[in-house]
């Protein structure tokens, strides 16, 4: 007898010591009320049955969820209720199923039903949305926002077929390939979030205000991706590698964008290839860079480009170097100072590479090869 007691008294230790380090809130009927109704507190409420398969599912991603807003104790609460045990509560609320999350606003017993996804970026992204508080805490970089859009049935439509391309991956809570997939997308999005015409979405195919978008697609197995040109809902399946040099590089294909892994833009970006043919007679023996420029402000009137950044900056460069010969050498020294001297926004990095880019078409002409274009 006094060993059962030892074990009885060690494994209530062990379960009091579990719940204690977890952030996630047990609701029983004693203190329901008080905790989600009446403390001016809004609340995330699961409703769960202990034997329930996708409560399992759920149950880490609960608590990495309330452990990122632990530190907001006194502005919201993250909770759950075993609604097998405490049925009166289940009832109470019109609970169906397993597991059913509700929204309380701290002040109704009008809760709003939950029909986002299951997985951590919806569930933080809706709690943020409903509070205005940021995460912090665990997993991916804390309080940083996902750069991937979420996209429900309403939001499906409004963004494919508009003025940006989207590569669009369908998942579900329980894919293990969808999990592993996850931190690759959330690469791959923050490459692209600095490109307008780019959009890098995901759609839980399991969550209620999605199933329909996932029906119309014909969705079949996970992760399923596609991807829907500017202006287009006609999709292209994605067939290639999963990782994000195999995304970039697809969707640089498709899109027209020059973005490198990492989120940088590739050698190419910015230039233009008829105005490299002019530029390239540069050093030529007899060539007269009047001449050469004169040639470039034609290309530029033809093509109607005179208001694009790039074509503005052949024209500039020729114009100095005209008068300095040396200038090429000495503007792509400064400009690759100022890059790499870090701590420089995306945008002001773009704007350097573009031009550094488009300098190296001169180092071509003016030294005579490809090979030499790294030695400026």
Known sequence: MPQLTHYLLLSLAILSGANASSAV?????????????????????????????????????????????????NKLSIAKVDADEHKMLGRRFGVQGFPTLKWFDGKSDKPEDYKGGRDLDSLVGFVSEKTGVRPKGVGKAAGVPSQVRLLDDQSFKREVGGNRSVLV????????????????????????????????AKVDAEAANARATAQEQDIEGFPTIK?????????????????????????????GTHRAVGGGLDDEAGTIEEL????????????????????????????????????EYYLRVLQKLRDRKEYVDKEFARLKGISEKGNLAREKLDQLKVKMNILRKFAVGKKGGDDEKDEL
């Open 25 to 73: 809130l047990d609701l029983i009927p004693d203190n329901f009320d008080k905790v989600v109704l009446q403390s001016g507190k809004p609340a995330l409420v699961e409703f769960f049955a202990p034997w329930c398969g996708h409560c399992k599912t759920l149950a880490p991603t609960y608590e990495e969820l309330a452990q990122k807003f632990a530190f907001a104790g």
């Open 276 to 311: 490299d043919e002019v530029v390239s007679k540069v050093g030529q023996a007899g060539q007269d860079l009047s001449a050469v420029l004169d040639e470039a402000r034609k290309v530029v009137a033809k093509k109607d480009s005179g208001s694009s950044v790039s074509a």
């Open 169 to 200: 991956a369908f998942t579900a809570p329980w894919c293990g390939h969808c999990k592993s997939l996850a931190p690759v997308w959330e690469t791959v999005a923050n490459d692209f979030s600095s490109e307008p015409s780019v959009m890098i």
């Open 227 to 255: 991807y829907f040109p500017r202006g287009s809902t006609k999709a292209t399946m994605y067939k290639g590698g999963r990782s994000e040099k195999d995304f970039v590089a697809f969707v640089n294909q498709h899109a």
